[in-house]
């Protein structure tokens, strides 16, 4: 039986930022302001759109936000490469939770596209991993595609997200 945890409050995701959460030298989030959600919501090891697991995090939007005040002066928005550093981070939160070692890193993504703008009237970014595939070898990777819905509708769309986790040498 699983016992791990399915959903963490911003607390325990700083415990992650920290490196507290799975040990030193394994798979750690960003600490704020670059920490790009607030609490992971739901997450599992089976489910998703391919059966394979999933995570979903929320991020509450305010206006006093530090990336609305630079990007844009006078039409402040929030850059989509947050968004898409938010679903890296939760894809290695993902590989770190089913306790695989090593530091997690963005390697790449297929497409990405960018259909609706979170502003500073947006109130919730809803973000969702699902996943194809973890792979178990030298390097674990994981696969997913991602999204993100703004104030409940489509914003972010990513497919084949991949993070790897990279142990240190001795």
Known sequence: MNTRKSSFSYDD???C??????????????LPPMLMFHRITAISETGG???KGYVRAEFDVTP?????KCHFEGDPVMPGCLGLDALW???GFFLGWLGEPG???AISCGEVKLTKMVTPETKLVEFGVDFKR???GRLVLGIGDGWANADGEPSYKA???RVGLFQEKA
């Open 13 to 15: 995701i700083l415990t």
């Open 17 to 30: 930022s920290h490196g507290d959460m799975f040990g030193q030298g394994n798979a750690q989030l960003p």
């Open 49 to 51: 759109e391919y059966g």
């Open 64 to 68: 006093e936000l530090w990336f609305f």
């Open 89 to 91: 981070q939760m894809t």
């Open 103 to 105: 530091r997690g890193r």
């Open 134 to 136: 973890v792979i178990r």
């Open 159 to 161: 497919s084949d997200l």
